[in-house]
């Protein structure tokens, strides 16, 4: 009897061992990430596996517009955000003292200048309709890709990602500059020849099947300020969790994948 019962312990004890063994394997950390659907939210997919094998799991929240992920992660929604350019981010920063803190540069998202009317640089027409953004931060950007064309000329001592259309000086061409528009509806603005010219972001190109580098007129160049990174509060930018999902998004294999899949027209970095 004494030596079933003794049987008994050890059995008890062996469970008790396995079920404490499995629950520390499967123990994960959940981490919801806000992400525009394309191409943060397909970056982030793709690095989903490796992530479950060091204990994250991952939950990504789509997000169409610029203004939701900021104030989701201010209200802890989510856990951080990967949409936003370094300006823009800045800019919501000081617009709605949010306490946040960039945690790492991503990719670039190159701004392509589009037309369905004009085949080539030198045929823009005299007085040509230029399409932006109604969004501020990303009007320095516009400016430079007509710098870097030789079609209009802004002050010397303007920062590029500070520019607007008050510092244009020399304008030979005459463009009309027209920025009013949402940036979710440029692609309806490009489709419907309202302009001469529409300036689209690649993420926004890329949902209505256009590739930057292949239907763009003009496109930003490599060395713009205007990153994609991972942004989340302030307390929180030396989590663990957010420092491994960063370290993974840096990866030379995740890097080398976003390269081929977007045909170069997305840009990783590394900072």
Wanted: aromatic residues 8%.
């Amino acid at each position: 009897m004494k030596k079933f019962g003794f049987v008994l312990l050890i059995l008890s004890c062996m469970t008790l061992l396995a079920a404490c063994g499995s629950g520390s394997a499967e123990k994960t950390n959940k981490i919801k990430i806000g992400a525009s659907p394309t191409p943060h939210a397909e970056i982030l997919e793709h690095i989903k596996p490796e992530l479950k094998e060091k204990g994250i799991d991952l939950e990504i929240v789509k997000f169409d517009d610029y203004v939701l992920p900021n104030k989701a992660l201010e209200n802890g929604d989510i856990d951080a955000n990967y949409f936003s350019t370094v300006p823009y981010f800045n800019l919501q920063k000081k617009e709605n003292g949010y306490k946040f803190s960039n945690v790492g540069a991503i990719h670039l998202e190159p701004m392509g200048i589009y037309s369905g009317k004009i085949k080539k640089v030198n045929e823009i027409p005299n007085g040509a309709k230029v399409i932006v953004s109604n969004v501020p931060s990303e009007w320095g950007r516009v400016l430079n890709v007509f710098v870097k064309n030789n079609l209009i000329k802004i002050k010397a001592d303007i920062a590029i990602d500070k520019a607007t259309f008050d510092d244009i000086t020399e304008n030979p061409k005459n463009l009309v500059f027209e920025h009013s528009v949402d940036p979710t509806l440029l692609t309806s603005a490009y489709e419907n020849n309202e302009g001469d010219l529409v300036a689209i972001n690649s993420n926004f190109a890329y949902e209505k099947g256009l590739n930057p580098v292949k239907d763009s007129l003009m496109i930003e160049q490599n060395d713009s300020p205007y990153v994609n990174i991972v942004a989340t509060r302030t307390e929180d930018k030396s989590s663990k969790e957010i420092k491994t999902i960063v370290e993974a998004l840096h990866e030379l294999k995740i890097q080398k994948w976003i390269e081929k899949k977007w045909g170069g027209s997305i840009v990783p970095v590394n900072n």
